[in-house]
């Protein structure tokens, strides 16, 4: 006993100062911070010189009030500036000037805004004042944007991003993004709408408390809606209604737009309850002072509403008051819409040739800023009045116009650039998330190799070892849980994002993981040859007006049932947009490509399909390439692709309900 007394003592006092050394290294249970770095270091703010100037805070208060109650804006100017406030520091000049172009602009008094937006570029010309200049010149490109002068606007916007860039001010580089974008929307660029939106949503989410915040989601919604990616837009415009209700900035001009674009995407899908719900809200959101472009928006939304309650004299009324309205001339886009929206109706109630009027006009308005999206609709309707007055060659020149352009806009830009675009966005997205989880394990592995490190200094002492083996076992044990459930979670989310949340098809995205596939597996496919078909449902759009969106959701979910049903299992069927679909089959066991396409055809067209209003019969479009090796089929799917695509094109103008599968 005597001998082990000392020992027991030098084992205690061993232990105590091993665990102290071991400390540092975090021996103990602690969970080690992540850090996700934001560089928000040297970002330049004038609201914060502001706000430390005597008045600066009383400034900005008025500032913000600008944005959303013009009169009381005044009275809190009126008052500073009773106290010799303004001239005291050119700063506050400088807000004095952006700030009456906020009342202006909010009172609707668009000229006196736009002098005043003059107004602070002098003043930042004389006192040298960058970020003022750069200011001045974003107010003034919207402007000219809502004037439909592009050009001018993107020669201003340019300048001022450079400045913005030069001086790190990414509060005023969000709003340029969100102008830029607004732009190339128009111009129906959107890979480049898309880009600069993006460059503003990555500003942004570092500040999400900044104004531009739910614009840029809205008009990222307005992309889909140009794309007709009608849920994708309503998911998006649910969103910003969302982070506009839970902002901190009342300009109620954001939700009418939102509103009103909302209203938009169910005229487009038929919905005619929704529509004119959409509409009522946004007309709830319009205030006296309400600028001329919102008044025509809702305005003509209300004209939509009602051509779908098919009260097409109301709607043809309500679309002359839109273009009646005082100043509309200097709003080219509003005044194109307006038109076609009247063209509609006028066609409805066989007025060909006011219809023809309406839309020469849309269209000479439409051109005045390029507005590809909204040309090729008025060109789609030009066919329509021509072949309703017999003129059978017009009608085809328009339509092929309208095809070519449509085709451009909806299959070549969605195809290669937007697509690729959003593939890399989401790429990025996913590289990021495993770039965290693989630090997360790191961090893990680290911890784990602090804890061996530990277990080999007291090794001798058994007590200890025991329990720290113990220890790292546990913990052994539950990092690889871990690690299963991420793994498991992260093919989810894969999965979830190529599938098209209606059909449970697989969506666009999927088809180049299946072609990389295909390649992986190149020799396994050597012999094989594949046909590729591009099916799109006929007069779709006649059983959603007829019998509304929900039963037309519900022929898509039966299609969808019935192509997987008839399709081997190892063949691939996509659903490309809307009542269009792809599939790719692999030529196998003697069935001739054609037979095999036959079959899928027959099993759409044969049978009806049950809705709760009643027995509807499909009919079905198909363009094919057949017997494609196996090698082009992978080196050459785009080209591919639009060959079925021409075909399928063909078998629309043909009549229809046939497959062509050569030219
Ligand atoms: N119910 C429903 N309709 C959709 C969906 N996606 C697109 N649509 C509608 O599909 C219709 C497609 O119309 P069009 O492109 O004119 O084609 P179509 O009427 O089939 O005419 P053709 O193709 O020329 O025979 C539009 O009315 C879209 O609103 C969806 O997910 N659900």
Known sequence: MKVIKPVSIVLVVGVSLLLFILRPFGFTDKDVPIEIGTATENIFSPDAALAELPYGNAVLAARDISRFDGEEALLRIDLLDQRGTFQAHPLYQAYYFMIMNNIMLRLGR???????????????????????????????????????????????????????????????????????????????????????????LKLVESNPEHLYYSKII???????????????????????????????????????????NESHVYFRL???????????????????????????????????????????????????????????????????????????????LENYFTALHDLDDAIAENNKISNSVSLSGNHKLLSEVHEELGNDIEALQFFKLYYIENKKALFDQRQSELYMLEESFNAEN????????????????????????????????????????????????????????????????????????????????????????????????????FTLAIMDLDHFKMINDSHGHDVGDLVL??????????????????RWGGEEFICVIENKDNVSSLQMLKKVWSAIT??????????????????????????????????????????????????????????
Request: hydrophobic share 40%.
């Open 218 to 260: 809205a008009n990222l919604a307005l992309i889909y809606i140009y794309l007709e990616e009608w849920h994708k837009a309503l998911e998006y415009i649910e969103k910003s209604k969302h982070i506009y209700k839970n902002g901190r900035w009342l300009e109620p001009s954001i939700m009418t737009i939102l509103l009103s």
């Open 557 to 574: 979910i039966e299609v969808a049932k019935r192509f997987m049903l008839n399709l081997p299992s190892s063949d691939l069927i996509i």
């Open 270 to 348: 038929g919905d005619a309850v929704q529509a004119r719900r959409a509409y009522s809200q946004a007309d709830e959101t319009l205030v006296k002072e309400s600028s001329l472009r919102l008044q025509s928006i809702v305005s003509n939304e209300l004209s939509n509403v009602l051509y779908l309650e098919q009260q097409y004299e109301a709607a043809i009324a309500e679309s002359n008051r839109c273009l009646n309205l005082v100043g509309i001339q200097a709003l080219p886009l509003q005044r194109g819409n307006c038109y076609t929206s009247k063209a509609r109706s006028e066609i409805k």
């Open 430 to 529: 996913s590289r990021n998330t495993l770039a965290l989880l693989k630090t997360q394990n790191d961090l893990k592995d680290l911890e784990l190799e602090r804890q061996k490190l530990g277990v080999r200094v007291v090794f001798g002492m058994i007590f200890f070892v025991l329990l720290s083996l113990g220890y790292v076992i546990r913990k052994n044990a539950t990092i690889a849980k871990k690690n299963e459930r991420l793994q498991c979670s992260n093919t989810d989310l894969v999965e979830l994002s190529t599938r098209d949340a209606l059909t449970g098809l697989y969506n666009r995205r999927h088809f180049d993981d299946y072609i990389r596939g295909l390649k992986q597996d190149s020799a396994f496919y050597h012999n094989s040859n």
């Open 110 to 200: 668009i000229d006196d805004a736009v002098a005043y937006a003059n107004q602070l570029l002098d003043y930042a010309k004389e006192n040298n004042m960058q970020w003022v200049k750069a200011s001045a010149l974003s107010e003034l490109a919207i402007e000219r944007t809502k004037r439909g002068e592009l050009d001018i606007a993107l020669v201003y916007l340019n300048e001022s991003v450079r400045i913005s860039k030069e001086i790190n001010y990414q509060g005023l580089l969000i709003k340029s993004y969100n102008t830029l974008g607004v732009i190339s929307n128009i111009s129906g660029d959107y890979a480049k709408a898309q880009t600069y939106l993006h460059n503003g």
């Open 606 to 663: 044969d049978e009806p399909v049950s809705t709760p209003a009643g027995d509807i019969n499909i009919t079905l479009s198909i363009g094919a390439v057949t017997d494609i090796p196996a090698v082009e089929f992978m080196a050459r799917h785009t080209e591919l692709l639009k060959r079925a695509d021409e075909r399928l094109y063909k078998a629309k103008h043909t009549g229809r309900n046939q497959i062509i599968a050569i030219d």
